[in-house]
C-alpha cells in the first residue's frame, strides 16, 4: 500500500471540489495537491442524481463560481448544463489531471508529531486499501451520504406489487410512460419530478404529510441578459450576482423579520399562481413560517400549469399503509399506483460518514464545534465546505476555499505547521443547522455543534461571511498555531 505525500488534498469532485482546486491553484500556486473522488466521474450531486427534469433549485449566476461566469441563457438551469459547466472548469484548468477516481475515503488519522494527515480510502475498482498523506484537509464532499437516501419505513410496502423508487437512485430505464406515479414528498425533488413527469405518465400525483412554501420565477433571468448585451461578461455577470445575491438576503431577512406579512404576501402569490378555485389553504399553506424551512422554487410556474392542466394533483395527507395496488391513507382514500417515488429526502453525515481520529484518540463530529461554518474545534489542519441553506452552496463554497488559502499562505508566512481551532471561554452550544426540517432533525447528532457567538456562529448571511472570510484577519484568537521542530504553540495573538 504505497503512501504518496501532498500539501493538500481535496476530498470530492463535485461543485465544491472543483471550485477548491481552482483556488488553490490560484491563491497557493506551490502546493502540491490531489483530489480523491469515490464514484467514477466528475459532478458531484450533479453526476449522481439522474431523476427526470433535475434541475437547479438556485440561480446559477449565484450557484456559479465567482471565478468563471455562468454564460448559458437560462438562470435556473437543468442538471446536464450544470455538470457541463463543472466539468469544463475542471478541463479548462487542468485540475481533472489531479483527480484520482474511485478513491473513497474511510478514515482521517492526524500525527501532531509530524503535523501530517493519513486519508485512507477504499480503491473501488480494485477493493484495496490506499494510504495517502498531506499536510492540509480540505474536505469537499458536502454533507448528505452518497450510497442510500432517506427511506422511512413505510407500512404494508412489501405487499406493493408495483415499483418503488428512491429519486437518489433512479434507475436509467424507468418507463413511466401512461403509468400512475404517486410521489410522496413535498421538497425541492418532488416539486421537480412531478410537473416533469406530467404529461407522460397516465396520472401524477404528489402526495405530503404537510404542504411547502413554493415560488415561482422565471428560468430566464431579464436583466442579466440585458446587461450581457450591455458589458464584458465578466462585468455582467458579477453585478447579476450582487443583484441576486442583495434579493436573496432581503427576502430573507423580510421572512425571519415579517413573517406573517411575508406569510400573506406568498399565499397571494400562490393564488395568483393557481387560480382562485385552488385549495391553497389546505396544500400550500405550511404551519410554520417562511424559512423556517427551505423555500422550494418552481421555474415558469412549472408546478401550478401541470395542476390547473390536470395531468398531476396534490393530496394532503397521512399514508396508513401500503396496499397491493396502491396507498391508502389516513382519510381512507386510496391513492392506485403502478409507481411510487420516495422523494423523502436526504441523509446528513459530516465528513462524508469517514472516521476521524486525532493523535489516536477517536473523535466524532458531533464532539467538535464548528469554527467559521469551515474547521472543527481541536482538529487540526482539516476544513470543510458546508454551503448556505437560504442561498447557493456556492457562494459559501468560494468563501471556504479562498479562506483556506489565506491561511495556509500565513503558516508558510510564519513557518507554522498546524492551526488547530480551540475553544476558549464559556462557549454556549447549539445546532449547527437551524433548519427545523426533517432531515436535519434526524442529523444533529451526526454534526458538529456552533456556538453563540463569532468565531463558532455559522452565519447564514454571505454579506457577514464575505467580511469575515475574504477580508477579516486570518489569525483568529480562536486559532492555535504550531511548530513541529520546535515543538512550540503559539496563540493567535502572538501569529
Not at 167 to 188: F, M, N, T
Not at 398 to 403: F, G, K, N, P, R
Request: proline share 5%; net charge neutral; hydrophobic share 40%.
Amino acid at each position: 500500500m504505497a503512501s504518496t505525500h501532498f500539501d493538500v488534498i481535496i476530498v470530492g469532485a463535485g461543485l465544491s471540489g472543483i471550485g477548491a482546486a481552482h483556488h488553490l491553484q490560484q491563491g497557493c500556486p506551490d502546493k502540491s495537491y490531489t483530489i480523491l473522488e469515490g464514484r467514477d466521474a466528475i459532478g458531484g450531486t450533479w453526476d449522481l442524481f439522474r431523476y427526470p427534469g433535475i434541475r437547479s433549485d438556485s440561480d446559477m449566476y449565484t450557484l456559479g463560481y465567482s471565478f468563471r461566469p455562468w454564460r448559458d441563457g437560462k438562470a435556473i438551469a437543468d442538471g446536464p448544463s450544470i455538470l457541463d459547466y463543472v466539468r469544463n472548469t475542471a478541463a479548462e484548468g487542468g485540475i481533472d489531471r489531479h483527480i484520482r477516481f474511485q478513491h473513497w475515503v474511510t478514515r482521517y488519522d492526524w500525527s501532531s508529531a509530524d503535523a501530517t494527515w493519513t486519508v485512507t480510502a477504499k480503491n473501488g475498482k480494485t477493493g484495496k486499501t490506499v494510504r495517502l498523506t498531506a499536510s492540509f484537509v480540505l474536505n469537499c464532499s458536502g454533507y448528505y451520504r452518497y450510497d442510500a437516501g432517506y427511506m422511512p419505513d413505510f407500512p404494508g410496502i412489501d405487499r406493493f406489487a408495483g415499483q418503488v423508487i428512491h429519486p437518489q437512485h433512479w434507475p436509467e430505464d424507468l418507463d413511466y410512460a401512461g403509468k400512475r406515479v404517486v410521489v410522496i414528498g413535498s421538497g425541492a425533488t418532488a416539486v421537480t419530478l412531478v410537473p416533469a413527469m406530467a404529461g407522460t405518465a397516465a396520472d401524477v400525483t404528489m402526495l405530503q404529510r404537510s404542504p411547502t412554501y413554493i415560488v415561482s420565477l422565471p428560468d430566464v433571468d431579464a436583466i442579466a441578459q440585458w446587461l450581457k448585451r450591455l458589458l464584458p461578461a465578466k462585468a455582467a455577470y458579477q453585478l447579476t450576482r450582487w443583484k441576486n445575491v442583495s434579493l436573496q438576503t432581503l427576502f430573507y431577512q423580510a421572512c425571519r423579520r415579517y413573517p406573517k406579512l411575508m406569510r400573506r404576501i406568498l399565499r397571494q402569490h400562490l393564488k395568483t399562481q393557481l387560480g382562485r378555485d385552488f385549495d391553497v389553504d389546505t396544500h400550500f399553506n405550511p404551519s410554520y413560517n417562511p424559512w423556517d424551512q427551505r423555500l422550494c422554487l418552481v421555474p415558469n410556474g412549472d408546478l401550478f400549469r401541470a395542476l390547473r392542466r390536470g395531468d398531476a394533483h396534490v393530496v394532503t395527507d397521512h399514508i396508513e399503509t401500503f396496499t397491493e395496488t396502491g396507498v391508502r391513507l389516513q382519510s381512507g382514500q386510496t391513492l392506485e399506483a403502478d409507481i411510487v417515488v420516495s422523494a423523502t429526502g436526504l441523509n446528513l453525515v459530516a465528513l462524508g460518514g469517514a472516521e476521524l481520529s486525532v493523535d489516536g484518540r477517536t473523535l466524532t463530529p458531533n464532539e467538535t464545534m464548528g469554527f467559521k461554518g469551515m474547521m472543527l474545534s481541536n482538529v487540526p489542519n482539516l476544513a470543510m465546505v458546508v454551503g448556505y441553506t437560504n442561498a447557493s452552496w456556492t457562494l459559501k463554497a468560494d468563501l471556504t476555499a479562498e479562506y483556506v488559502c489565506r491561511l495556509l499562505q500565513h503558516m508558510d508566512r510564519h513557518g507554522y505547521d498546524a492551526c488547530t481551532p480551540v475553544v476558549d471561554g464559556d462557549v454556549a452550544e447549539e445546532p449547527f443547522l437551524d433548519l427545523d426540517a426533517g432531515y436535519v432533525r434526524r442529523a444533529l447528532e451526526q454534526l458538529p455543534k456552533q456556538g453563540d457567538r463569532k468565531p463558532w456562529r455559522l452565519y447564514q448571511n454571505y454579506l457577514l461571511d464575505l467580511l469575515h472570510l475574504r477580508f477579516g484577519k486570518v489569525n483568529d484568537p480562536a486559532l492555535h498555531f504550531d511548530r513541529v521542530d520546535a515543538g512550540e504553540r503559539v496563540s493567535a495573538q502572538q501569529a
